[in-house]
């Protein structure tokens, strides 16, 4: 149907006119029209593309609300990679950088630098062809990132399509995105609302929301981004100075921070900091910085680049914050693997901007360390987004009846004993699958693909059938009834059905598996295949010494005493018993027999993205057949295998000519020894 003249006229105008709106009121701060008149602007554009959706097009402000969930995220390849930044931790560290940067120009004359503030958000890199946004990534590692188009699509203060003109064709925008404090306190105050988890800082929601499968999601995130740099620019010239670059970009669209400040010589980059420092609280997002940038390209490109960082730039962190309060007690926290952390409790003492009434002690050998008992006045530091430590005790403060802090003989949440391997300094909880601590880990690592592989039996739903009081052990799960299941959250009748008929199916399993389900600490697959093979049989394995242990091949001490005190515990052998009478079984005297192990002792590593296997599932079927995998390239490597976007590792295995195997090839070595896909 033919589109009225009129009509599409009207359209180019309040897309023309809502795009100048989002201009002055993102990147200028200066609005023209109030919210309601922009609103009024923005339903009516809408209104438009509803009755002709072949006018719609990606550019178009209405596009920001998301599209259908992805399956996963792909990876990009930047083309110039995302370095790093060398760090300054004090005024020397800059004058150092300074007289660097002199004695490379061979010039005493002072450089002009770009100082600006250090956003805490998410780097990220977005790619415009001709005007027009057609691809977002993250840095990933700096080499390769993965693929957020649909997600930054969302975000208001990004341009989809560049203002003006005189920009290059090909222009890649370098910025932060981030969530503002106040953004940040409104999402905390929704989800507390609505009852789901809280997010611990505005950094890691920034990060969180990018990284939603579901853009959909990520447009109601209060995301927005702050531009520091480009990349890639092709067909076009850019300014020759930063500080005129970051002008530009803010002429066609960007946001750039009111913040950043063009100076001459080391010392007005000092006090750039001392400013930033003495106001970081009093700005409306979090910094821990500032960035410093030798202005003029042209001197950059004569400094050059380091592996990983530019020489013409540095960071200069802000100093991780400090108070002084009392510890008032110490309780004993156990972490869904077993580890016993001990957790300082505070009187509250406020701490960069927030209050702080914990820290983490890590071990006892850092409470011995630190020499710190009941009742000490300590000082607490803070940096970022780092969990509260105490980094000294206040001997000269200690108070009279100050106690020495005890590590407990037993599970503070199941009672089962506590050990701490020679050698080691971490606490465990060897309860396993009993601890209530650990539950939920157990049960998740009990139905894992390589362990009793429970199809459909994902972290999620474990969760539920716990919170619900409907399992408490692994064994519990052979105990379910699928109308036990149906009346659970993304649960209907069928899935409850194909979940009880694969737990019914995982009931025919190998002793190797078996064994590797009990979430054994250190206990992986391989050891668990080496038990299986030694002994051929449960019992045997249950009531062995941990002198005996250590006689099977890759058990040593540490890992000995681990079995020994999980299967001396009563009611680990209860559930275990439970277990079998559910009606577990494995073949009579076939216990430890797999495939011959016609890998041993060839290294192979993985690097890049693979599509048929996930790196964790190709490492642990290597590993059946007896490789071992690194995670770098040395002369010992047998094979690397390179799947999507493979960077560094790749570079070196062909400098070094270890043969490289595309995923293909592998799948294709594997099924040779009888390891398919599933």
């Not at 100048?20 to 609005?31: E, G, K, Q, V, W």
């Not at 360390?369 to 000082?379: Q, S």
């Not at 439970?578 to 016609?598: D, K, Y």
């Amino acid at each position: 149907m033919t589109v009225p003249d009129a009509v599409v006229k009207e359209i180019e105008v309040l897309r023309s006119e809502i795009e100048h709106h989002n201009y002055l009121y993102h990147s200028l701060d200066t609005p023209e029209i109030t919210d309601r008149e922009f609103d009024l602007l923005f339903r009516r554009l809408a209104e438009l593309e509803a009755q002709h959706p072949q006018l719609v097009t990606p550019e178009s402000p209405t596009r920001r609300v998301g599209s259908e969930p992805l399956s996963s995220f792909a990876q990009v390849l930047h083309r110039l990679p995302m370095l790093s930044l060398d760090n300054a931790f004090n005024a020397e560290d800059l004058r150092d950088f300074d007289h660097r940067i002199k004695t490379r120009l061979d010039s005493e004359v002072a450089p002009t630098y770009t100082c600006e503030p250090k956003i805490d958000g998410v780097a990220v890199s977005i790619l415009y062809q001709e005007g027009r946004l057609v691809q977002a990534a993250t840095r990933g590692d700096g080499t390769s990132g993965e693929d957020i188009t649909a997600n930054v699509r969302t975000i208001d203060t990004i341009p989809l399509r560049l203002r003006g003109k005189g920009y290059p064709a090909t222009l890649e925008v370098r910025g932060e995105i981030y969530i503002s404090k106040s953004g940040f306190r409104k999402m905390n105050e929704r989800a507390a609302r609505e009852g789901d988890k809280l997010f611990v800082n505005p950094r890691n929601a920034a990060a969180g929301s990018l990284r939603q499968l579901d853009s959909r999601l990520t447009a109601k995130r209060p995301l927005t981004m702050y531009c520091y740099s480009v990349g890639l620019v092709a067909g076009g010239d850019l300014p020759a100075r930063h500080g005129e670059i970051l002008e530009s970009l803010k002429e066609w669209g960007f946001r750039i921070n009111p913040l950043v400040e063009t100076v001459t010589g080391i010392e007005k980059c000092v006090a750039y900091y001392k400013r930033m420092l003495a106001t970081r609280d009093q700005l409306p997002y979090e910094i821990d910085g500032v960035v410093i940038k030798v202005d003029a390209i042209g001197l950059q490109n004569r400094l050059g680049l380091l592996t990983r960082t530019p020489r013409w730039a540095i960071a200069h962190k802000f100093p991780p914050e400090e108070a002084t309060t009392r510890v008032e007690d110490v309780e004993f926290q156990v972490g869904r693997t077993g580890a016993i952390t001990p957790v300082a409790r505070l009187k509250p003492v406020f701490v960069g901007g927030v209050t702080i009434r914990n820290a983490t002690l890590h071990n006892m050998d850092e409470i011995t360390r630190l020499g710190l008992m009941l009742g000490d006045t300590v000082v607490i530091q803070r940096a970022g987004d780092v969990i509260p430590k105490v980094v000294r005790v206040l001997e000269e403060k200690r108070v009279p009846d100050a106690e020495t802090i005890q590590l407990p003989d037993s599970c503070p949440a199941c009672g089962s004993d506590v050990v701490i391997a020679s050698g080691e300094v971490v606490a465990r909880c060897t309860g396993g699958m009993y601890c209530s601590a650990q539950r939920k880990e157990n049960i998740r690592h009990f139905a894992a693909r390589m362990a009793m592989d429970i199809d459909g039996l994902g972290e999620k739903l474990v969760y539920q059938l716990v919170d619900e009081k409907l399992i408490q052990t692994s064994a519990d799960l052979y105990k379910l009834k699928a109308q036990d299941i149906i009346p659970l959250d993304r649960m209907a009748p069928k899935s409850a059905h194909n979940l009880i008929a694969a737990l019914e199916r995982s009931k025919q399993t190998t002793l190797p598996r078996f064994i590797y389900s009990l979430g054994i600490s250190d206990v992986g697959e391989s050891t668990a295949r080496s038990l299986a093979r030694h002994y051929d049989d449960l019992d045997t394995i249950m009531a062995a010494d941990e002198e005996s242990l250590q006689e099977v091949p890759d058990v040593g001490p540490v890992v000995a005493r681990r079995i020994a005190v999980f299967f001396r515990q009563a009611h680990n052998r209860e559930i275990i018993e439970s277990l079998l009478q559910s009606g577990i079984t494995w073949p009579v005297g076939e216990a430890g027999r797999g495939p011959p192990q016609s890998l041993e002792g060839q290294t192979f590593v993985l690097t890049g993205s693979l599509s048929v296997l996930s790196r964790n599932e190709a490492k642990a079927k290597l590993q059946f057949l007896g490789a071992r995998v690194s995670g770098s390239v040395s002369g010992k490597t047998a094979y690397v295998v390179a799947g999507a976007a493979a960077g560094s590792k790749l570079k070196k295995a062909q400098e070094l000519g270890v043969e490289i195997l595309s995923e293909d090839a592998l799948l294709a070595l594997l099924a040779e020894h009888g390891i398919g896909k599933d």
